[in-house]
């Protein structure tokens, strides 16, 4: 049987994806308008059994490309619970539990604190600190962390306490768009995609310090087109319909492998939103 530590690891959001949490979305719908897709699509709602079709053919895309999958339960108490990512995120060796933004997502935390402890998994609660894993990007020693609706920046300062051996950057952005991570994603070493006028200048130029920006425009941003998910070796995961963010994305030496889960972004989330990384290697 392996260790928890060995089967515990991320440093980064480009490293190979080895094992993933997720979570069918079988209760997935909009009940309560939280963000501004969302708002755009509240009358049309979303078709269940669509989803978890687009939902399946993701699952297979990253066990073909060597992910162990871990499947949650989902509830039907929690009708975002699809979105793993903002329940907690894995930093180094430890797994960093939320306290969520919403009160319609709360609860679903609980779930993911039941597996870590079957699992026997060290994880951090930051209770009374409100942060989700859609704003905390990390790349080696750097955390990122948008000061967003969802997080505090007593949270991002809890983040930093608990993990001394990083270095946590707060990075304000325009609040409508939710999460960091709708915003920005770093893509490689050098490299990160961004919706530039969801920053100030000051955050923009700290980010074009670091990484070559590959810009998204505006109707694609509206599609999650920076809501990548890297699974290593440069190959990345991304929407067919974000045709500009796919072409610069090859353009730099990207494999882009395609799949549609149109259906579960009408809810505010794509790829990234939809996966919990708890193993990565280099």
């Known amino acids: 049987m392996r260790k928890p530590e060995e089967t515990l690891a991320c440093f980064s959001e480009y490293d190979s994806l080895k094992r993933v949490l997720v979570c069918e979305p079988h209760y997935m719908r909009i009940t309560e308008v939280i963000n501004e897709t969302q708002r755009h699509y509240a009358n049309e709602n979303i078709n269940g059994k669509l989803a ?10 990253l066990t073909e490309n060597g992910a162990e999958v871990i499947k949650l339960q989902p509830d039907e108490r929690y009708p975002e619970q699809v979105f793993t990512r903002d329940i907690g995120f894995t930093i180094g060796k430890t797994v960093f539990v939320s306290e969520m933004g919403q009160d319609i997502r709360k609860g679903e935390e609980t779930v993911l604190r039941e597996w870590l402890d079957v699992q026997g998994y060290p994880m951090v609660s930051l209770n009374d600190h409100r942060i989700e894993g859609g704003d905390v990007i990390i790349d080696c020693t750097t955390i990122f962390a948008g000061v967003s609706g969802r997080t505090c920046m007593s949270a991002i300062e809890k983040l930093q306490a608990e993990a001394p051996a990083f270095q946590v950057i707060p990075v304000p952005f325009k609040e409508k768009y939710l999460h960091l991570d709708c915003v920005f994603n770093v893509l490689s070493e050098k490299e990160a995609l961004v919706y530039k006028p969801a920053f100030e200048e000051k955050e ?10 590959i810009e998204i425009n505006e109707t694609e941003q509206f599609t999650m087109g920076t809501n ?3 699974i290593g070796n ?11 963010v796919n072409s610069k994305l090859r353009e730099k030496g990207f494999n882009v492998i395609e799949v549609d ?3 579960i972004i009408k809810s505010g989330g794509s790829f990234r ?3 919990m990384p708890i193993l990565r290697t280099v």
């Open 228 to 230: 990548v998910l890297s």
């Open 273 to 275: 939103c939809c996966t």
């Open 204 to 213: 923009l130029a700290m980010l074009k310090k670091r990484y070559t920006l």
């Open 52 to 61: 978890a079709e687009q939902h399946r053919q993701f699952v297979r895309a």
């Open 234 to 244: 440069r190959t990345v995961i991304s929407l067919p319909v974000n045709k500009e």
């Open 261 to 263: 889960i149109s259906e």
